[in-house]
């Protein structure tokens, strides 16, 4: 496939004449499709397809995002329907799709525990895993963010796990069951994972080197379904019931900015506008001069 790749930007720089912003735009939409799949470009069908416009939309993704990848994700495969490499394009029928953005999923506090109840702690695997879910969920990180870790970049004595993104760093506590989950992890399980002990990854595979984004969204939709959890949640979704949850409880929203390294308010105001909209229908159904 890596060769087809090639062949593209070739078409693209030579029939297409695309500029060189073009071309790395749609080369970068198909690398990213091919992170999501998990394995070869030609293994998409229209569920995965499908699937991939959902995933973008749940992380935040516009509809014009949303829609300018799967664009590109059609004009790939029918480049490959047309060289011969593959049978169908498996984007057919999908990108006429209105990709709309759907409100954030959010887990209850109930099904919060339960994921994080769900790992079992009796081998090295069980505490890594116990570790990541704790630690996403009491510092709404994002994935990217959890997985690039490195073993300074947490304190365990003083309970806060320092976070870099894109050149800004910010410093965010974590509760005690998430440095306890931290320090069994380092404790009992991590030397057992490592392949060499120089690895400064906090959170490493089965082979021993950095989790990657695609192992751990395996390891998410592995325990909701341990935990019997009905909603269809991604590692996002620890994200957003932190900052719902946040809210609930009194927090403001600049503290909530900073937490979830926000660069506009305005990506904040989302949660605080989900907590409105929630009051409203609670209020609309349960006060009897409304019902009326």
């Known amino acids: 496939m890596l060769d087809a790749l090639r062949e593209y930007e070739v078409y693209l720089s030579g029939e297409r004449k695309a500029s060189r912003n073009t071309q790395l735009s749609y080369l970068r939409d198909l690398r990213q499709f091919a992170g999501f799949l998990g394995v070869s470009l030609e293994s998409a069908d229209a569920k995965s397809v499908g699937d991939y416009a959902g995933f973008l939309t749940e992380h935040g993704k516009s509809a014009s995002t949303v829609m300018r990848s799967i664009a590109s994700l059609k004009n790939f495969y029918g480049f490959m329907l047309e060289k011969g490499y593959m049978q169908e394009n498996p984007v057919r029928g999908v990108a006429s799709a209105r990709a709309e953005r759907k409100a954030p999923q959010v887990l209850t506090g109930t099904e919060v525990e339960r994921l994080l109840q769900a790992p079992r702690c009796s081998d090295p695997k069980g505490f890594r895993d116990k570790a990541m879910l704790e630690v996403l969920y009491a510092t709404g990180m994002r994935v990217s963010e959890l997985i690039s870790l490195d073993l300074s970049d947490a304190n365990l004595s003083l309970r806060f796990i320092r976070c870099n993104a894109a050149g ?117 159904k349960a006060h009897p001069k409304a019902r009326k």
Do not use: C
Request: hydrophobic share 40%; proline share 3%; charged share 20%.
């Open 168 to 284: 800004h760093e910010r410093v965010i506590p974590i509760y005690q069951a998430a440095a306890q989950a931290l320090s069994n992890y380092l404790g009992k399980a991590r030397k057992q994972l490592v392949a060499v002990p120089e690895e400064q990854a906090l959170f490493v595979n089965i082979n021993g080197s950095r989790m990657s984004r695609q192992g751990f969204w395996k390891i998410i939709k592995h325990y909701q379904e341990r935990a019997g959890i009905d909603k269809q949640i991604t590692p996002h979704t620890l994200r957003h019931s932190f900052a719902m949850h946040l809210l609930e409880n009194g927090a403001d929203l600049r503290s909530l900015q900073e937490m979830l390294g926000h660069a506009d308010i305005s990506s904040t105001q989302v949660y605080a506008n989900m907590i409105k909209n929630k009051l409203a229908d609670v209020y609309q």
